[in-house]
C-alpha cells in the first residue's frame, strides 16, 4: 500500500501505475520498425494522458456532489480519485482510433496495451491482498488520561475513521483542519487521531500552539500502527464500518471533497 525509498515514502498503487506505463511503453517502442518509433512514442504519451484524464473526470462525475462547492478540487488528484474501468475502456477506443490506418504497428500496441493492463491489474491484486479486513490488535494511549486500550476498544457502535498523523508531518497538518471540522458536524461517526511515535508531553505542548481543538486524540508511541495496516507514509486515514471491516484506507492529503466521498460511504 506504500512503501520507503530513503527517507521519502510512496502510495504504491499510483508508483505501480506509473512504472506499468513506462515498461509498456518501452516495449512497444523496442518492439516496432525504426521507421514507427517517433509514432509510438507519441501514441504511448497520448495513450496516457486519455486514460488519466478520463478516469479522472468518470470519477468526479460519479461524485458531483462533492466537487460542486469547490470545483477547483478537480485538479487535486491529492485525493486518489480515479475510475480505472472507464479509463482502460478510453485508452482501447483511443488505440482503435489511432490504429485505424496503422496496420504495421496495430497488433504490437494492443499486446503492449494487454501486458499494461495485466501489471495494473496485478498491481491492484497484490495491494489488495496487504490489506488487513478488521481492525488491528494495535495498543494506543489516550493523550488527556493516558487511559490504555485495544484499537478495536474503540469501536463505539459507529463508523470509525483512524487518522495517522504526526507534528513533523507538513501533509497531516494541512489536512488536519478538514477533519477537526468533520469531528465536530459528524457526530454519527467517530474520528480518532493516532498520533506516531510523539510522547505526550510534545504532542500536548503542540496541539496547544494549534487552533484545530480535536478531541478522541490517541498516542501510539512505537508507532506500530502504520505497518501494522500496510502503511509507511504519514498521513494515513483509515474508514471503519461500525463491525471494524476496513471500507477504505486513503494514503495522503485528504481534502474535503475525497473526506466527503469517504464519508458517505460509510454513512
Known amino acids: 500500500m506504500s512503501f520507503s525509498i530513503g527517507p521519502i515514502s510512496f502510495p504504491f498503487l499510483p508508483f505501480w501505475v506509473l512504472l506499468s506505463f513506462f515498461l509498456t511503453s518501452w516495449v512497444f517502442a523496442r518492439r516496432v520498425a525504426t521507421d514507427d518509433k517517433t509514432f509510438a512514442q507519441a501514441l504511448s504519451t497520448s495513450t496516457f494522458w486519455v486514460g488519466l484524464i478520463a478516469s479522472r473526470l468518470a470519477y468526479v462525475l460519479l461524485h458531483a456532489d462533492a466537487y460542486l462547492s469547490n470545483p ?18 478510453a485508452i482501447v477506443v483511443w488505440l482503435v482510433w489511432q490504429l485505424r490506418d496503422r496496420v504495421a504497428v496495430r497488433w504490437l500496441a494492443f499486446q503492449s496495451a494487454a501486458l499494461g493492463f495485466t501489471l495494473c491489474w496485478a498491481g491492484f491484486w497484490w495491494s489488495d491482498q496487504q490489506q488487513i479486513p478488521q481492525l488491528p490488535n494495535v495498543q494506543v494511549m489516550a493523550l488527556e488520561h493516558g487511559k490504555v486500550s485495544q484499537l478495536e476498544g474503540l469501536l463505539d457502535g459507529r463508523p470509525l475513521v483512524v487518522n495517522l498523523w504526526a507534528s513533523w508531518c507538513g501533509p497531516c497538518r494541512q489536512e488536519m483542519p478538514i477533519l477537526s471540522r468533520a469531528q465536530k458536524s459528524d457526530t454519527q461517526v467517530r474520528f480518532v487521531f493516532v498520533n506516531q511515535g510523539e510522547t505526550q508531553t ?24 502504520g505497518p501494522a495496516v500496510g502503511s509507511q507514509s504519514l498521513p494515513t486515514t483509515l474508514f471503519y464500518d461500525a463491525k471494524g471491516a476496513l471500507i477504505k484506507i486513503h494514503i495522503g492529503v485528504l481534502t474535503a471533497s475525497s473526506l466527503q466521498i469517504q464519508l458517505s460511504l460509510l454513512n
Open 72 to 89: 477547483w478540487a478537480l485538479i487535486d488528484i491529492r485525493d486518489g480519485g480515479w475510475h480505472a474501468t472507464v479509463g482502460c475502456a
Open 202 to 225: 510534545h504532542v500536548k505542548e503542540f496541539l496547544k500552539q494549534q487552533n484545530w481543538q480535536l478531541e478522541d486524540v490517541w498516542l501510539d508511541p512505537s508507532s506500530s500502527l
